[in-house]
């Protein structure tokens, strides 16, 4: 089996939980023997580097990766592309000359290019990895003939607080329904499928993700400083702010307490400004934005993982945070509480409780050693090859129905 597959990143060069759920998935169609050719996006002279090292993928030997000269980069607003663009510009920079005016028209571009990657890369399905990508799929399809599968890790509801860009909705709803079928990473994320764009259910399939394995090295000593972690894109979705506000309580009761947020977005000025008002500053480290084995290292350090996402498709750092034995505090408002049983769950708004639930972990061994424990265990039993066999599946469903 043969799947042309479009998203844009992949790690170690990865923005967020998209790119390390790529490159699990890949990882997983790997071991079950099929054969996957991952476009991506490349940037202008200054980012090409990187995206040279991103798509090298040597370990994944039935994988190839192909590249569309572009800026694109996930989560990206149309704000941002319109700095970046005028950055590139502004170094001079020659290939800055074929970007477009806005994301939009990247988005066209990459749908463009979509169409000659699918004539001379041979396939039997084409998968797709969220909005950015689903004119590409779509492109490929009419090029090819081939079945297109979509996959939602979020929606446009779930990045901006249900504040829908219409122009993102458009791109969203189109690449749903011209789809063949569709692929969410939990109920939650289905019903927003069916709720929001006119979905069909039984034209969607849930297949949860999953986290790599690694060995975990014994944890050095620390001072007795009680250590409780954010780590992820600081913006709305993530529900930032309510982890500074259960972290006043926090300290209200224990000043023993340093609370770290480890990455970027754009609520980051906005949470400095709200720790140093709220009094806390002096106990809020900003860690900026992590990648590779600093990642590991931050759940390392911390005693606690705080996820209090407002609305979370999945939530792969949970998974990740119990890898390396570390307890997990997360929002009810996640995919991930759909199938993650040894770990504590809250309403993201409950800051009363969740500053409760903190303090009880950090507090009590047994219960910290129980949650550690338990948890490790549990994500053992959640590799890549579950989900890659329900994508297998799915492929062979619509395959079969092409």
């Known amino acids: 089996m043969r799947v042309l597959m479009f998203g844009w990143e992949f790690p170690p060069y990865?923005?967020?939980?998209?790119?390390?759920?790529?490159?699990?998935?890949?990882?997983g169609l790997n071991n079950k023997g099929?054969?996957?050719?991952?476009?991506?996006?490349?940037?202008?002279?200054?980012?090409?580097?990187?995206?040279?090292?991103?798509?090298?993928?040597?370990s994944l030997s039935n994988i190839r990766v192909a590249t569309v000269n572009s800026i694109l980069t996930p989560y990206i607003s149309s704000e941002e592309y319109s700095e970046k663009l005028i950055l590139l510009k502004s170094k001079k920079d020659p290939s800055a000359a074929m970007y477009g005016k806005n994301l939009y028209q990247e988005v066209y571009r990459y749908a463009k290019k979509a169409e000659t990657i699918a004539r001379h890369h041979p396939h039997d399905v084409i998968h797709c990895h969220d909005w950015m990508t689903y004119r590409a799929g779509i492109n490929a399809k009419k090029v090819s003939k081939k079945p297109l599968v979509v996959h939602v890790h979020a929606t446009e509801f779930d990045r901006t607080g249900n504040n829908p860009n219409q122009?993102?909705?458009?791109i969203e709803r189109e690449g749903l329904h011209a789809a063949d079928h569709i692929i969410t990473v939990s109920n939650y994320t289905k019903k927003m499928v069916v709720q929001h764009y006119g979905i069909n259910p039984d034209k969607v399939t849930v297949v949860h993700n999953a986290v790599e394995y690694r060995p975990v090295p014994k944890r050095a000593k620390r001072k007795h400083t009680k250590n409780v972690l954010f780590l992820g894109r600081i913006t709305i979705q993530k529900g930032p702010e309510y982890?500074?506000?259960?972290?006043?309580?926090?300290?209200?009761?224990?000043?023993?307490?340093?609370?770290?947020v480890a990455g970027s977005g754009d609520m980051?000025?906005?949470m400095i400004e709200e720790a140093a008002r709220l009094g806390i500053a002096d106990k809020v480290l900003f860690a900026g934005f992590l990648?590779?084995?600093?990642?590991?290292e931050a759940y390392r350090m911390a005693d606690l993982?705080?996820?209090?996402s407002i609305s979370e498709p999945f939530g792969i750092t949970p998974l990740e945070s119990l890898r390396n034995e570390t307890p997990v505090l997360i929002s009810k408002q996640s995919g991930v509480s759909e199938v993650l049983n040894n770990c504590l769950k809250v309403d993201f708004w409950d800051i009363d409780e969740m500053a409760n639930k903190m303090l009880a972990v950090l507090n009590y061994k047994s219960l910290h050693s129980e949650l550690t424990e338990q948890g490790h265990r549990e994500v053992l039993g959640m590799n890549w090859d579950i989900p890659a066999e329900r994508c297998i599946d799915v492929y062979r469903h619509t395959m079969g129905a092409a």
Do not use: Q, W
Request: net charge positive; hydrophobic share 40%; glycine share 10%.
């Open 14 to 27: 990865a923005s967020g939980g998209l790119g390390t759920a790529c490159h699990g998935l890949t990882h």
């Open 34 to 58: 099929v054969e996957v050719t991952f476009v991506i996006p490349k940037g202008g002279s200054d980012l090409k580097a990187d995206h040279v090292k991103l798509i090298s993928a040597d």
């Open 243 to 260: 982890f500074l506000y259960a972290a006043k309580k926090v300290l209200s009761k224990d000043r023993n307490v340093r609370f770290i």
């Open 291 to 296: 990648r590779g084995k600093k990642i590991d």
């Open 167 to 170: 122009a993102v909705y458009d």
């Open 305 to 308: 993982y705080v996820m209090p």
């Open 268 to 270: 980051e000025r906005f």
